[in-house]
């Protein structure tokens, strides 16, 4: 099976330790444009563009990119609640004609109660995702053509259409992730693309029998994504010290923080993250290679594949075997690591790489010149 293998635009920050400024540095848009093109260029099929508060606005970043960047899908995020069903569907089926058919959606939910009654919407875990099935209904119809009239408990619109359609028919594909029964039953009448976060082989097992038995019930097929964090180097020895390096300036009260700001969230997939760790550095190996180290102070996916080129794309490949085909991938700093992925991981693996991008120097290596015009001997005999 060929894998689609996306990355991250950390407009969140990023730097080379967790949970400390030092090591950090400026994300800008010329920083944006860097880890984008790097990811365009190195084959990815697209880049995740993460939303919240900490965050810059996704779809801001993912306009902002398209003139950068040639092949790159943009995931970018749908919020129900924040905005109307009609409204999002304009600005999807924009972003999808300007980018050329390179918008991709992520129906987020969220899970942190600050925030959401920061952003205006007060409803429970249960009435969050009645509204985000609603949501989705509208905007999913409108996005295909329809005229919609629609009264539902927390959206009512009449006479919702789209002028101008997307350029991807019938519309953009739609990614979700959610661990709760909820969420699962939204997957299996919504979406496209079921994510999933990186937690050991039965509970990823247990989710995707779930999903797919109740999209199954609903005559679909939902395909199947999983987010994770990637340290890849070339021993596995130096992977686990790139590891540890990563939470060496963490101190107790910083983990202790920010394992409180998680506590409060009421998404059943954050609390499942926690489960992982306890907050507690010891033990971090939930399951072979699978590191919970980034959660101690990550909110989100909190875990990642740790070892060398073979041995990532071994724990990878028990995933695909499972039935999930993309793979979102990330790493500190987002730059550097993904030049590792794409030189260390992608070798071992069936990915599936989008067409080579117009005007890069698809040239065969050669390594450094030696004397300005001698080439290195093994590439010279090629």
């Known amino acids: 099976m060929s894998l689609d293998i996306f990355w991250f635009l950390p407009t969140h920050g990023d730097g080379h ?16 444009t860097q880890v984008a093109q790097a990811a365009d260029r190195l084959g990815f099929g697209g880049v995740l563009i993460p939303t919240g508060r900490s965050c810059e606005d996704s779809w ?12 790159l899908k943009f995931l970018v995020a749908l919020r129900p609640g924040i905005i109307s069903p009609t409204v999002a569907a304009r600005q999807a089926a924009t972003l999808d004609r300007l980018s050329g058919g390179r918008a991709l959606f992520n129906l987020v939910t969220g899970g942190d109660p600050d925030e959401l009654a920061g952003d205006g919407l007060h409803l429970s875990h249960s009435e969050r995702y009645e509204a985000s099935v609603e949501f989705t209904r509208i905007w999913r119809r409108v996005l295909e053509g329809e005229t919609v009239d629609y009264a539902g408990k927390h959206i009512q619109v009449k006479g919702a259409k ?42 990823v097992r247990e989710k995707i029998e779930a999903v797919k038995a109740k999209a199954a019930a609903q005559g679909r097929t939902v395909r199947f994504g999983i987010r994770l964090h990637v340290i890849v180097r070339e021993t596995n020895e130096e992977a686990w010290k790139a590891a540890d390096r990563l939470i060496a300036n963490l101190d107790d009260a910083t983990i202790e923080k920010a394992q409180a700001a998680f506590a409060r969230f009421d998404s059943v997939g954050q609390q499942r993250m926690a489960a992982l760790h306890k907050g507690r550095r010891d033990n971090l190996e939930i399951a072979p290679n699978l590191w919970a180290g980034v959660g101690l102070v990550r909110g989100g996916a909190g875990t990642a594949l740790v070892g060398d080129g073979p041995t990532v794309a071994a724990r990878v490949k028990e995933y695909a075997a499972l039935g999930i085909d993309t793979f979102i991938f990330s790493g500190y700093p987002h730059l550097e690591e993904s030049y590792r992925v794409a030189e260390l991981l992608f070798p071992h693996l069936p990915v599936k790489r989008p067409t080579q991008v117009e005007g890069a120097n698809y040239v065969s290596p050669f390594g450094e010149m030696v004397a300005n015009d001698i080439l290195p001997q093994k590439a010279a005999q090629s």
């Not at 661990?179 to 009448?189: F, K, N």
Request: net charge negative; no cysteine.
């Open 17 to 32: 330790y967790l949970g400390t400024a030092e090591g950090a540095r400026a994300v800008d848009h010329g920083y944006l």
């Open 60 to 71: 801001l970043v993912a306009a902002s990119l398209i003139p950068v960047t040639q092949k």
């Open 162 to 203: 789209l002028l101008y359609p997307p350029l991807q028919q019938p519309r953009p594909p739609l990614y979700f992730g959610g661990s709760s029964d909820a969420a699962q039953d939204l997957a299996a009448e919504q979406v496209e693309l079921y994510l999933t976060w990186g937690e050991p082989l039965d509970a």
